[in-house]
C-alpha cells in the first residue's frame, strides 16, 4: 500500500511536468486548418451549452414590446455580427471559414436556445471561440433587444433586414452602415430607442461622441460604430446633425408608455425638495442655458426613459458635466421616469 501511494505522488508530480515538456517540445499544433478532434468539439460545445444553462437560470425576461428594438439590433448586427455569421442580405465571409471554431450560420441555431440563453450568449461571449461579449458592461437593455432581433432572424428576408438595419435609401438603394442608418430623422417615431441628433448644439454632440470613442459613456452599439472616427470627422458629423431640424412626432405616438404628462410637467418645473429632485427646467430648455445641456423636447419618450435610468442606476457617463445629471436622477421613482419622459417627449420641440 505504501509502494503505491508513492507511484501515486510520484504520478502525479511527473504528469504536469510530462505535459510542459511535449508543449515545449513544439510537436502539439495550434494551428487552426486541422479542426479540433471531434471530442474536442464535442466537449466545448457541451461545456458552453451548460455554462449557458445554468447562467440563464434565474434570469427574468423583459417583454418584447417596443417593435423599435429591432432597428437598433438590426443596425448592431450589421455593424458587429454579421462579418463572422451573415446575415439575411449576406454570407459570412470566406475569411471566417478559417476560424476554430467556423461562427455559425444563426437561423438554425437560434431556435436551439431559450431567450435568457441567448441573452447570456449576447452579453457574455463565448471563451476559446472568438465570439465576443457585449462591448458594453451594464447595458442589458440593448443586449435583450438583440435577442428580440435573434427571434425574427430565422424567417426574415434580405428586404426586411436593409429596411430595419437602414442598409436601403426610401428609393431602395443599397447603401452601408453609416450614421443616418439609425439617425435619420424620417426613420425615428414615438417609440424609438434611438435618439434624434438634430438640433443639440454641437459641443453637446461632440463631447458625447469623445465619450463613447473613450469608453466614458457606455452603449455597445455606439461603441461599435464610432471606434476609428477621427477628431476632424467628429467635429463635421456634429455640425451635420446640429444644424438639422428636430421631425416633431406626432400627437397620438407621443406617449407609448402612458406617464402623466402633467405630473411630469409639474416635476419638471418644481422640481421635489424633500426628496431632493431639482427642476429639470433650470437646466434643460433655457435659449441662453449651457450648450452641453441637452435639449429633451420633442426626443422619443422610451429613449428619454432608458437614458434616465441609467443615470439613476449610475451607468451613464457622456460631457464632462453628466456626474450633474447622475445627481439629479438619483432619487426618481419609476412613476417620475415615466412622466417626465412623457412631458418631455410631448413638449413643444421649439422651446
Ligand atoms: C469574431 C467572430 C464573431 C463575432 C463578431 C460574433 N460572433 Fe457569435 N459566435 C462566434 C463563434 C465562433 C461562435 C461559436 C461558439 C461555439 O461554438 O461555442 C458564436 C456563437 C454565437 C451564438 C450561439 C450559436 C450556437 O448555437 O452555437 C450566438 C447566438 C451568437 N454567436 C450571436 C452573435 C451576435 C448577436 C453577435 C453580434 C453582437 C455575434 N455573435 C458576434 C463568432 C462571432
Ligand atoms: C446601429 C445604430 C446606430 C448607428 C449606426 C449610429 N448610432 Fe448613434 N446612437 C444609437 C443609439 C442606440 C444611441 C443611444 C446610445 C446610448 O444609450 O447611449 C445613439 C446615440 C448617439 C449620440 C448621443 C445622443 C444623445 O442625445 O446623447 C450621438 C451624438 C450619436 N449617436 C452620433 C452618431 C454618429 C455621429 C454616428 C455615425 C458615426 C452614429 N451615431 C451611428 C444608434 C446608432
Ligand atoms: C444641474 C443641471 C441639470 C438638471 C437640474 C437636470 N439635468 Fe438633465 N442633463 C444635464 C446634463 C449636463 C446632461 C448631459 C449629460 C451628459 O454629459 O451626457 C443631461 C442629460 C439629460 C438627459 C439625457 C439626454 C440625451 O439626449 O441623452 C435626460 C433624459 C435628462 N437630462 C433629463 C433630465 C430630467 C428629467 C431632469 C429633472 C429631473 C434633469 N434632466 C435635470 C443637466 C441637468
Redesign the pocket.
Known amino acids: 500500500m505504501f509502494i503505491r501511494w508513492k507511484y501515486l505522488i510520484a504520478a502525479l508530480v511527473v504528469a504536469p511536468i510530462l505535459g510542459l515538456f511535449v508543449a515545449w517540445s513544439g510537436l502539439v499544433s495550434i494551428g487552426a486548418r486541422s479542426g479540433h478532434w471531434a471530442v474536442t468539439d464535442w466537449f466545448l460545445h457541451w461545456s458552453m451549452q451548460s455554462s449557458v444553462r445554468t447562467a440563464s437560470l434565474s434570469t427574468e425576461v423583459p417583454p418584447f414590446d417596443n417593435p423599435e428594438m429591432l432597428?437598433?439590433a438590426?443596425?448592431?448586427y450589421?455593424?458587429g455580427c454579421a462579418m463572422c455569421h451573415g446575415s439575411p442580405a449576406r454570407e459570412r465571409s470566406a475569411v471566417v471559414f478559417g476560424m476554430l471554431p467556423v461562427p455559425p450560420d444563426l437561423k438554425p441555431r437560434v431556435p436551439t436556445w431559450t431567450d435568457a440563453e441567448l441573452f447570456h450568449i449576447v452579453e457574455k461571449g463565448v471563451r476559446f471561440t472568438g465570439m465576443p461579449a457585449w462591448p458594453a458592461e451594464h447595458?442589458e437593455d440593448?443586449v435583450w433587444s438583440m435577442v428580440a432581433f435573434l427571434r425574427k432572424l430565422p424567417g426574415m428576408r434580405a428586404d426586411d433586414y436593409r429596411a430595419l438595419?437602414?442598409l436601403a435609401t426610401p428609393s431602395g438603394e443599397v447603401t452601408a452602415?453609416?450614421?443616418q442608418?439609425?439617425?435619420d430623422e424620417e426613420r425615428l417615431n414615438g417609440r424609438s430607442?434611438?435618439?434624434?441628433?438634430a438640433g443639440?448644439s454641437p459641443e453637446?454632440?461632440r463631447q458625447?461622441?469623445s465619450a463613447?470613442l473613450k469608453g466614458d459613456?457606455?452603449?455597445g452599439?455606439?461603441q461599435?460604430?464610432?471606434n476609428g472616427?477621427s477628431a476632424d470627422?467628429?467635429a463635421s458629423?456634429?455640425a451635420f446633425?446640429a444644424a438639422m431640424p428636430r421631425k416633431v412626432l406626432a400627437a397620438d405616438e407621443k406617449n407609448p408608455n402612458g406617464g402623466s404628462v402633467e405630473d411630469g410637467e409639474k416635476l419638471a418645473r418644481s422640481g421635489r425638495p424633500a426628496d431632493r429632485i431639482p427642476a429639470c427646467l433650470s437646466c434643460h430648455e433655457k435659449p441662453d442655458g449651457n450648450p452641453l445641456y441637452?435639449s429633451l423636447s420633442g426626443?422619443s419618450a422610451p429613449?428619454l426613459a432608458?437614458?434616465l435610468r441609467?443615470f439613476r442606476e449610475e451607468y451613464?457617463g457622456?460631457t464632462q458635466f453628466h456626474h450633474l445629471m447622475t445627481r439629479a436622477a438619483n432619487d426618481l421613482t419609476d412613476k417620475d421616469v415615466e412622466d417626465l419622459a412623457a412631458y418631455f417627449a410631448a413638449r413643444n420641440v421649439n422651446r
Open positions: 432597428k437598433l438590426a443596425g448592431h450589421e455593424a447595458r440593448e438595419a437602414g452602415l453609416g450614421c442608418s439609425c439617425h430607442l434611438i435618439p434624434s441628433l443639440q453637446y454632440l458625447s461622441l463613447y459613456r457606455a452603449s452599439v455606439m461599435a460604430v464610432v472616427l470627422q467628429v458629423l456634429s446633425y441637452p426626443q429613449y432608458r437614458q441609467l451613464r457622456g
